[in-house]
């Protein structure tokens, strides 16, 4: 059985969760997410405790897969998920244009992303990045997708990183004695 699994979710105020045989809708404050969820998985609403469980113990990896995805549902419509993005380098910036990001890189043309549906981006300086959105998977690719364009390198640290991410600096090269 798995341990993650097991625990119950807890449905907090203002958050309603109905499902529908396989699928799930979670409504909140934020906004509404749906899943289609494994037949191997069964689901109970028990007051505002959501239980998840699976008849043979050999979906244990369902199990506990389910529940966490399910809970980032509940979590994401109660309150947003966020990442933040650093950018660092002579002349990197990133700036906002209607939904658009717009960064200048190092490159002869400046990179645009448009932001996918239910994820918006906040630029409170110009070398900072924050993804905002209620569906964390969504959130998560969308920075990972913006740092694949300028990934940090290794012996300036220039380029686009997570904000708790350390890069390893390496030391350059040496001349001749």
């Known amino acids: 059985m798995s341990r993650i ?11 309603t969760v109905n499902i529908d045989g396989n699928h799930i809708v979670v409504k909140g404050p934020k906004g509404t997410l749906e899943k289609d969820i494994n037949p191997k998985v069964s689901v109970k609403i028990d007051g505002n405790k959501i239980e998840v469980s699976v008849e043979n113990e050999l979906d244990g990896n369902l199990h506990g897969l389910t529940r966490t995805l ?19 380098g002579v002349g990197y910036r990133a700036q906002k244009q209607g939904n658009n990001l717009v960064m200048n890189l190092g490159y002869s043309h400046q990179v645009i992303m448009e932001a996918p549906n239910g994820i918006t981006y906040d630029l409170p ?4 990045i924050i993804v905002r959105g209620i569906d964390k998977e ?7 997708v913006i ?17 708790e991410e350390h890069i390893r600096r390496k030391e350059g090269k040496t001349g001749k004695k």
């Open 5 to 15: 699994g097991k625990k119950p979710i807890i449905i907090p105020e203002g958050v």
């Open 125 to 128: 300086d110009a070398n900072t």
């Open 70 to 88: 399910i809970n980032n549902m509940v979590e994401g419509c109660e309150k947003e998920f966020t990442r933040t993005l650093q950018i660092n």
């Open 138 to 144: 969504l959130v998560g690719q969308t920075a990972a």
């Open 147 to 163: 740092r694949t364009k300028r990934p940090p390198e290794v012996y300036k640290g220039k380029g686009i990183k997570y904000a």
